[in-house]
T-cell receptor, first 115, second 112 residues
Framework: DTGVSQDPRHKITKRGQNVTFRCDPI?????LYWYRQTLGQGPEFLTY????????KSRLLSDRFSAERPKGSFSTLEIQRTEQGDSAMYLCASSRGRAPYNEQFFGPGTRLTVL | QKEVEQNSGPLSVPEGAIASLNCTYSDRGSQSFFWYRQYSGKSPELIMFIYSNGDKEDGRFTAQLNKASQYVSLLIRDSQPSDSATYLCAVNGQGGSEKLVFGKGTKLTVNP
């Protein structure tokens, strides 16, 4: 069990640029989640995939955000035209079970700083 | 009313004491409850989950769930300085949603 991995670990970008993050879930987990966490807050849900299907999206996920999981394995989260308010830790998690028995295991996160 | 509420702390306990962390939630239909530990600058780490009323013990950790009171707690016995972290309570989303809804976390400091 190698755990959830995320790349890059840190990203600094200028406002208006596009960024893309990658998440590789635990190999036998078919459920994958993206969250965003800002300082002093708990993680906030962004979106959920079961295999390659994106089944839930938060209202937080504006038109500038898009996520994919094309082959049901790794996932990417893209933010277009970044804004300073996008600065946060972007967390990916995976699980094997379905809700409510879906213990979610987080990766190390990608810390985004928008200048 | 926020969906998941925790005392933000900080909570400070001496080494060897019992640390008690509390969480309340608003959705009576919630069925699963999770405790995550998050060290500064790191990602959340799952340490306990509980689905049924009562207590669940795992080593020095005990999770307690009272669905009637919409209350879940985490007890840490024999607290160690390495337990110093922020503890996040999470509850499954409404209507069978796959998402977890998190509280803001309680910062725990264990003093040697």
């Amino acid at each position: 069990d190698t755990g959830v991995s995320q790349d890059p670990r840190h990203k600094i970008t200028k406002r208006g640029q596009n960024v893309t993050f990658r998440c590789d879930p635990i190999s036998e987990h078919n459920r994958l989640y993206w969250y965003r966490q800002t300082l002093g807050q708990g993680p906030e849900f962004l979106t959920y995939f079961q295999n390659e299907a994106q089944l839930e999206k938060s209202r937080l996920l504006s038109d500038r955000f898009s996520a994919e999981r094309p082959k049901g394995s790794f996932s990417t989260l893209e933010i277009q035209r970044t804004e300073q308010g996008d600065s946060a830790m972007y967390l990916c998690a995976s699980s094997r079970g379905r809700a409510p028995y879906n213990e979610q295991f987080f990766g190390p996160g990608t810390r985004l700083t928008v200048l | 009313q926020k969906e998941v509420e925790q005392n933000s702390g900080p909570l400070s306990v001496p080494e060897g004491a019992i640390a008690s962390l509390n969480c309340t939630y608003s959705d009576r239909g919630s069925q699963s409850f999770f405790w995550y530990r998050q060290y500064s600058g790191k990602s959340p780490e799952l340490i306990m989950f509980i689905y049924s009323n009562g207590d669940k013990e795992d080593g020095r950790f005990t999770a307690q769930l009272n669905k009637a009171s919409q209350y879940v707690s985490l007890l840490i016995r024999d607290s160690q300085p390495s337990d110093s972290a922020t503890y996040l309570c999470a509850v499954n989303g409404q209507g069978g949603s796959e998402k977890l809804v998190f509280g803001k976390g309680t910062k725990l400091t264990v003093n040697p």
